[in-house]
């Protein structure tokens, strides 16, 4: 549950301009987590936001990690328990995961910035990840399922 509260939490600050712990605890609410403000605390805390500057001059919820070694941790801890299966068909590689969290699973990878990755999008419970070519693929598929284990 703490997982798919944390893909939440981070599909919600991508989408919507939050700027409060109440705001955020509202949401989550909304979207079928009974949560506590000490609970989103702790989440905010364990997820690394911060609150950042946006083009409107307001400040707002981001997860922007300190640094690569952050960025890679978060996305390890995300994908080892978000994700179901991964596999690739020449240079699209396709990530299963459990529903509602492949979103929060491919902002972090984007987050990454893996060279050998042209773009990603993600839906529900399915991520498309193109890559430059075949070998590139299933290079990225090798990495990526060694993290499932």
């Known amino acids: 549950m703490k ?3 944390h893909a ?3 599909e919600l600050i991508s989408r919507l301009s939050i700027d409060t712990q109440e ?5 989550l609410r909304l979207e079928g987590f009974n949560v506590t403000q000490a609970t989103v605390s702790r989440d905010i805390k364990e997820l690394r936001l911060t609150k950042t500057l946006d083009k409107d001059g307001k400040y707002k919820y981001t997860a922007g990690a300190k640094n690569t070694t952050d960025a890679k941790e978060s996305f390890i801890s995300l994908f080892s328990t978000s994700v179901l299966s991964v596999d690739y068909a020449q240079n699209i590689v396709v990530i299963k995961t459990h529903s509602a969290v492949a979103q929060a699973v491919c902002a972090s990878l984007d987050k990454l910035n893996n ?3 042209l773009g990603t999008i ?5 991520i498309f990840c193109v890559c430059r070519n075949n070998q590139l693929s299933i290079k990225l598929v090798s990495e990526l399922r060694k993290m499932l284990l």
């Open 8 to 10: 939440k939490i981070l």
């Open 115 to 117: 060279d050998a990755i």
């Open 122 to 126: 993600a839906g529900d419970d399915t």
């Open 23 to 27: 705001e955020l605890q509202k949401n």
């Open 3 to 5: 997982s798919k509260r």
